[in-house]
């Protein structure tokens, strides 16, 4: 009687080319999915990151009737303070504003003193913000990093952007050893709060272009610094743009928030400032795996050494609260 097969041929010839096209649609769904996992956010770096965000504050305001500015007992005294909280962190990498240098002095230097203790590892990258005359002074934009996650090859010099009359943008790239590079935008906004909207599409043009150039993607990219009002119709835009997230979104929840607070007298000097209602910030791509996120600097430590000179008996790290994230961040597609 023979087979089915035998007796119809050309269901048999139907059969095999449904069979061969199952194969085919299988092997591309296969390929696909190997695509998506390799391309995906699961594709992350294997090593956790941390980083930390400050500001050192370059010290440029009055308590009561007496500057601060070129105080460098003051600013020794605050930088014991964040040394200790430095060392504490144990940060990979630090996206600092407002570290300061006296320009004819050895030892009055930022960099010089922590190096003596808990950066001495690091290596630092500084683009200079402003030159003060009248104290002699030089403040800079900073990244540090740890030697040892860092590459033996030379480290691109940073780009610097205008943002405004007296607004930055700085972005460094960091070559790892063993990840991807990735892609520092260190910000400070203009002084004058009324220039911040037109100054976000400015800064999201120039991270692109940046992230082009240097054939890197918005997965490998930190944006760090003052950032204005984080609440803004055209920041939210900026980071919908640049796919970021506020890693601070929950810690608020937590009862510990990023914003300063008045009992802080460095910031209650500077609280009628126009770009006093705004903050230092922290995001990281919607891509990377968000570990961890904490507020460092923000503990007063009992001081008598200034209650007669600027009134007051708790020391202050900072102005503003730092922060630290631990990441994991994902491969560019």
């Known amino acids: 009687m023979g087979t089915f097969a035998h007796r119809h041929p050309a269901w048999a010839k139907g059969s095999l080319y449904r069979r061969f096209l199952t194969y085919v649609l299988c092997f591309f769904t296969i ?57 504490g962190a144990q940060a990979d990498i630090l996206i600092l504003q407002g570290v300061v240098a006296k320009s004819t ?3 009055d230097s930022d960099e010089i003193i922590l190096k003596a203790g808990s950066l001495g590892d690091f290596k630092w990258l500084k683009t200079l913000a402003h030159y003060y005359s009248e104290v002699d002074e030089d403040e800079y934009f900073v990244v540090a990093a740890k030697q040892g996650i860092l590459s033996d090859q030379p480290l691109p010099l940073a780009e610097v952007r205008a943002i405004g009359q007296d607004g930055q943008l700085v ?33 999201n043009e120039t991270i692109e272009s940046y992230l082009k150039q240097q054939k890197s993607c918005g997965n490998r990219l930190i944006l760090s610094g003052f950032v204005g009002d984080a609440k803004a119709r055209e920041f939210q835009m900026l980071l919908k743009g640049l796919e970021l997230f506020d890693s601070t979104a929950n810690l608020c929840q937590d ?22 209602n ?26 008598k050494l200034f209650s007669e000179k600027y009134h007051f008996d708790q020391l202050w790290p900072s102005t503003y609260p730092g922060e630290l994230v631990q990441i994991k961040l994902a491969n560019c597609p």
């Open 105 to 107: 002095s050895t030892y």
């Open 171 to 203: 972005l460094q790239t960091l070559n790892f050893s063993e990840q991807p590079a990735v892609t520092i935008a260190n910000l400070y906004l203009p002084t004058s709060a009324e220039k911040w909207p037109q100054a976000y599409p400015l800064i």
């Open 255 to 276: 009862g510990v928030c990023v914003s300063p607070t008045r009992d802080n007298p460095f910031f209650a000097a500077q609280e009628m400032r126009a770009n006093s």
């Open 278 to 303: 705004g903050s230092y910030r922290l995001y990281v791509p919607h891509s990377s795996r968000l570990i961890g996120a904490s507020v460092f600097l923000h503990h007063p430590s009992p001081h």
């Open 31 to 87: 390929l696909s999915c190997v695509t998506a996992i390799l391309s995906s956010p699961f594709n992350r770096d294997p090593l956790v990151l941390t980083v930390g965000s400050a500001s050192f504050d370059p010290q440029r305001f009055k308590l009561g009737d007496k500057s601060c500015e070129g105080d460098w007992v003051l600013r020794r005294e605050r930088l014991r303070l964040l040394e200790g909280e430095l060392f």
